[in-house]
């Protein structure tokens, strides 16, 4: 049980969900190894919320993701569907029946070698070049850690890495991993393609029984549920299977928060027609029914757009990634959604999950945007308030909900996460006397600052603000896309390259209710509503009927009028 803490349920749909959900929880798993003095108070981010203390028959202890994953037959790699961690499932069988025993394997991609060694450790590298060998922690604080060799350093190449299972270093529960047989991840036939593929699934009385009990066997071992967050994505089928899990979660536990994370991969080309149509229907079929069914819903992309005319992907000062690897995009977005979730990870005085959707999704507004500044730029001798000012506003922070710049836009409400700054620079260090730059230096607290500093750039803005100790961990085999002027935790400096890897960086994020959907869906409904989609018969064959279609661009055009601007433009 996780005691007091306020436990949240992860579903994680679909393949590019998958390569966002192993970058969250390996940076979750690097948080938890993270070596700690003693003496220390616990970490501000409780790891309750999301894992599961267990003991396997063995009588071993574990600590597990509380999540349940669906993906398609094939993706999973090496990794067992049932985990390493209880007992093997065909040796159960053979015990269980004492006839004959016929065994057929799918074969499976080769192990990358360095990260299978990365695994069996089951440890972190410290700053003192130990490894320290991770055990259970007891929810009170982060693991004990004992010492043990080292394997050698492992850093994944773009070459090796397939598919999401080949990075992900998290041991799962047998519960988990919940594979699609129906459909095949790889070739070209027996593809998740269509929304309505994705609905029939969980209509199918034996699955929809299958995901049920995976549900009550997590949610009945819970003190403190406060809802649920799914990870789906949003260009292919998934998107609906992701709008038919979180129907069935308002329907089965009412008054629960449900947060949908709708992803979407890099910038795509014109180069295949009938896969970008569908992406643009599955991606309006998706935001309707899932704002319709969850408290708040958000995309995250590093595209520039989501309509049919390709737009370039973002950019970040200090990353230099390659847009068309889902592995590079799976671990900024999953940086970015470890910070803006923070609010209800909170130790101490967490905004639930259920709150924090209301303060955003008022007056009909379902669907939020995000934005991040990857890493926060602080150089070595800068307080906040200097880095703040030379930042600006909030159109210098990325965009990551393919909604285009924010410059000009309004926002109506936001909650803004600051983390991983030394609290020694918080305030301003000026000697007495010294004439102020700006207002923010003359704050008493960090916490103080950062909300002067939105007060200042939105003043009309609901907002919320989080200022936290604790970095974003970044170490591998999360890729190493930062530029050489960093230091090994994200500071900007000015001198040669240490050549030390960054393991860990500051991160500002921030979800926000913004104009900017007013034109992102209402350009969407038209672009829809400007195409034959009987030249796309394979679509509503695949079990979404055209007066369906057109009622859901019609909730299209209302949920878009909802982000009409009336005031507090962002420069």
């Not at 949908?260 to 309006?284: C, V």
């Not at 730059?437 to 003043?459: F, N, R, W």
Request: charge should be negative.
């Amino acid at each position: 049980m996780a005691g007091g803490a306020r436990e949240v349920l992860t579903l994680q749909l679909g393949h590019f969900a998958g390569f966002v959900g192993a970058h969250w929880w390996n940076q979750q798993d690097a948080a938890l190894c993270a070596p700690t003095g003693a003496k220390e108070p616990p970490g501000e981010l409780c790891p309750d919320v999301l894992y599961r203390t267990g003991r396997t028959p063995h009588g071993q202890e574990t600590y597990t993701p509380r999540l349940i994953l669906m993906d398609l037959k094939g993706s999973l790699s090496s990794l067992k569907q049932e985990g390493g961690l209880y007992r093997d499932r065909e040796l159960d069988a053979a015990i269980a029946w004492q006839g004959k025993l016929t065994t057929h394997r799918e074969e499976l991609y080769p192990q990358i070698p360095g990260l299978q060694d990365l695994l069996s450790a089951e440890g972190v590298l410290s700053s003192d070049g130990i490894w320290r060998v991770k055990s259970i922690p007891n929810g009170k604080g982060p693991p004990p850690l004992t010492a043990a060799a080292a394997p050698k350093p492992f850093t994944p190449t773009e070459d090796s890495i397939r598919v999401w299972s080949d990075f992900l270093r998290v041991h799962l529960h047998p519960r988990s991993i919940c594979m699609i047989q129906k459909y095949n991840h790889d070739g070209e036939a027996g593809r998740l393609e269509a929304f309505g593929q994705g609905e029939s699934i969980l209509k199918e009385p034996r699955c929809l029984e299958d995901v049920e009990d995976r549900l009550h066997f997590y949610v009945e071992e819970c003190d403190h549920l406060q809802g649920f967050q799914i990870l789906c994505d949003l260009h292919n089928g998934f998107s609906g299977l992701g709008a038919k899990a979180a129907e069935l979660l308002r329907d089965e536990y009412s008054g629960r928060g449900i947060i949908t994370w709708g992803l979407l991969p890099g910038p795509y080309s014109r180069g295949d027609p009938l896969k970008n149509i569908y992406r643009l229907l599955n991606t309006a079929l998706g935001l309707v029914h899932m704002s319709a069914h969850s408290s708040l819903v958000c995309p995250l992309s590093l595209g520039g757009g989501l309509g049919l005319r390709p737009e370039p992907p973002v950019t970040f000062p200090h990353l230099h990634y390659d847009p068309a690897l889902p592995f590079h995009c799976g671990a900024i977005l999953a940086t970015a959604l470890d910070t803006v979730t923070a609010p209800y990870r909170l130790r101490s005085s967490p905004v639930f999950m259920a709150h924090l959707a209301d303060m955003l999704n008022f007056s009909g507004k379902k669907v939020a945007t995000a934005a991040a500044t990857i890493p926060f730029p602080l150089a070595p001798g800068q307080s906040l308030p200097d880095a703040l000012v030379q930042l600006g506003g909030a159109a210098a922070w990325t965009p990551l909900s393919a909604c285009g710049s924010p410059s000009g836009t309004c926002c109506f409400a936001q909650s803004v996460v600051l983390r991983g700054l030394d609290r020694a620079c918080h305030t301003s260090q000026l000697a007495p006397g010294t004439p102020l730059p700006s207002p923010l230096h003359a704050c008493a607290t960090g916490e103080d600052v950062l909300a002067q500093y939105l007060q200042q750039q939105q003043p009309t803005v609901r907002s919320s603000a989080h200022l936290l100790l604790a970095p974003c961990m970044v170490a591998p085999p999360y890729p190493q896309l930062f530029s050489p002027g960093l230091s090994q935790h994200g500071l900007v400096v000015d001198g040669p390259p240490s050549g030390a890897a960054v393991e860990s960086i500051p991160v500002l994020g921030a979800l926000c209710s913004s104009s900017s959907l007013n034109r992102t869906l209402g350009d969407l409904a038209r672009e829809l509503t400007k195409l034959d989609v009987r030249r796309w018969a394979s679509f509503l064959a695949a079990g979404v009927e055209q007066g369906d279609l057109d009622e859901a661009l019609q909730e299209l055009r209302s949920l878009a009028q909802c982000y009409r601007s009336g005031g507090g433009l962002v420069d």
